[in-house]
């Protein structure tokens, strides 16, 4: 039995992903090594053969092409057999008429999980909780998310956040709420605000700003 009070140190936002070698259904993997240059969005799930469980990889499945085209790829685990995971994979392609086209780590020990804080007092010992790590291509934690055993996650969500995590990189800019739909300034993207005087002043000269410390732009439109 797995005892979650032994979990420490677990990965944190800027922190390196904590490496690893993995049994998977398309073969071993050493991560993050194996993944060097790419997107990954490491995630786990309490158990195959599940409702919730199978509605998402349904839904990761039917995106995978989206994450690819932003230069990311997927990887599951939870803590079953990758015998299960193959016979799991094959009820979805009957059932379901979807092929699971990633890897799905087989945690039988729980090590895995256990690296990555993915197990939680309601994960009673043997079962993952959601967790959802975003990592960059130099092989950094850069986002976070968790949810319960209960609620399924949102895969358009997964990718927003995705897609603001390399805007932001690229265009050295903050992202609004509900970006691209912001209520306030749309899909525009937030100038982050000066240090000193002179650089306040400079402001409503350069974006369009509400006040010196909340400006804004279009993207694309790099006056830095």
């Not at 490491?42 to 995106?63: G, I, N």
């Not at 256990?114 to 130099?138: C, N, S, W």
Request: charged share 25%.
């Amino acid at each position: 039995m797995i005892n979650i009070s032994e979990i420490r140190n677990l990965p944190l936002i800027g922190d390196p992903a904590p490496a690893f070698s993995a049994q998977t259904t398309q073969g071993p993997i050493n991560f993050p090594a194996d993944y060097r240059g790419k997107w990954v969005v490491l995630f786990s799930h309490p158990a195959d053969y599940t409702p919730v469980c199978t509605t998402e990889f349904v839904a990761f499945a039917k995106r995978y092409d989206k994450f690819r085209e932003m230069n990311a790829e997927l990887i599951g685990l939870s803590i079953d057999q990758v015998y299960a995971h193959i016979k799991w994979e094959e009820w979805i392609a009957e059932k379901l008429k979807v092929e699971i086209p990633f890897p799905i780590i087989a945690d039988n020990t729980g090590k895995i999980a256990t690296l990555y804080g993915m197990l939680h007092p309601e994960a009673k010992g043997t079962q993952a909780v959601r967790a959802t790590f975003i990592i960059d291509p130099d092989g950094i934690v850069r986002g976070i998310l968790y949810y319960p055993l209960s609620v399924g996650r949102n895969m358009d969500e997964i990718l927003r956040f995705l897609k603001a995590l390399q805007v932001s990189d690229n265009e050295g800019v903050s992202l609004p709420a509900n970006w691209p739909n912001n209520e306030i300034i749309g899909d525009k993207a937030i100038v982050s605000p000066p240090n000193n005087v002179k650089d306040a002043r400079e402001m409503p000269k350069k974006y369009e700003c509400f006040d010196w410390w909340f400006c804004y732009r279009k993207l694309g439109d790099d006056k830095r």
